[in-house]
């Protein structure tokens, strides 16, 4: 079962634009990761954020987590033609030696 | 450091067969692990393995197998092909699994199973 759900499944912006992706999950977690991958290719890490962080940034990425919400979001600010990739969130959960991963946002930059 | 290898990067099987998806990596990890990628479903956990010498089941195991003999080798066997295990295969791994480490993805590889 898939322990994280993203939303919006599709999203479509022009070149310049912020975008925001969120993820809500269902059980407690030790960490979150986001990844990223380009059509037909393996998939690479963005960020990492721990349960006890609220915010985390790394150049043009910002990741929340709000924990009594069991939700976080990225925002990719000032978006560019290569970001057009899929972006998915992933957890690990408490007690558990695995990811679970989310369905993945589409995330489609328009020049 | 090459990373993460996975091959064949494509297989077409018939139905029955079965073949062993190769992965391996260079940078002393001490987890491993396979997922399966189908249209709209996301990355699902096939098998994992902490360390040398030990494995174990993630959420859709059957039809399966794993061995982790070393370090660097985490093979995938596929028993006997069925068309639902068309799909992609990415293989994982991550320094550890102890403190929450990112995880280096390989390239996939690209199954049918017909």
């Known amino acids: 079962s898939q322990q994280g759900e993203e939303d919006p499944q599709a999203l479509s912006i022009q070149e310049g634009e912020n975008a925001t992706m969120n993820c809500s999950y269902k059980t407690s977690i030790n960490n979150l990761q986001w990844y990223r991958q380009n059509s037909g290719r393996g998939l690479v890490h963005l960020i990492l954020i721990r349960s006890n962080e609220r915010e985390k940034h790394s150049g043009r990425l910002r990741v929340t987590l709000d924990t009594s919400k069991k939700s976080s979001s990225l925002l990719i600010t000032a978006s560019r033609a290569a970001d057009t990739a899929s972006y998915f969130c992933?957890?690990?959960?408490?007690?558990?030696?695995?990811?679970?991963f989310g369905q993945g946002t589409r995330l489609t930059i328009n020049p | 450091n090459a990373g993460v290898t996975q091959t064949p990067k494509f297989q077409v099987l018939k139905t029955g067969q079965s073949m062993t998806l190769q992965c391996a990596q260079d940078m002393n990890h001490e987890y491993m692990s396979w997922y399966r990628q189908d249209p709209g479903m996301g990355l699902r956990l096939i098998h994992y393995?902490?360390?040398?010498?030990?494995?174990d089941q993630g959420e859709v195991p059957n039809g399966y197998n794993v061995s982790r003999s070393t370090t660097e080798d985490f093979p995938l066997r596929l028993l006997s092909a069925a068309p639902s295990q068309t799909s992609v295969y990415f293989c994982?791994?991550?320094?550890?699994?102890?403190?929450?480490?990112?995880?280096?993805f390989g390239p996939g590889t690209r199954l049918t199973v017909t």
């Open positions: 994982a791994s991550s320094y550890s699994w102890r403190g929450g480490n990112e995880q280096y």
């Open positions: 992933a957890t690990e959960k408490e007690g558990a030696q695995k990811l679970v």
């Open positions: 393995s902490v360390g040398a010498g030990i494995t």
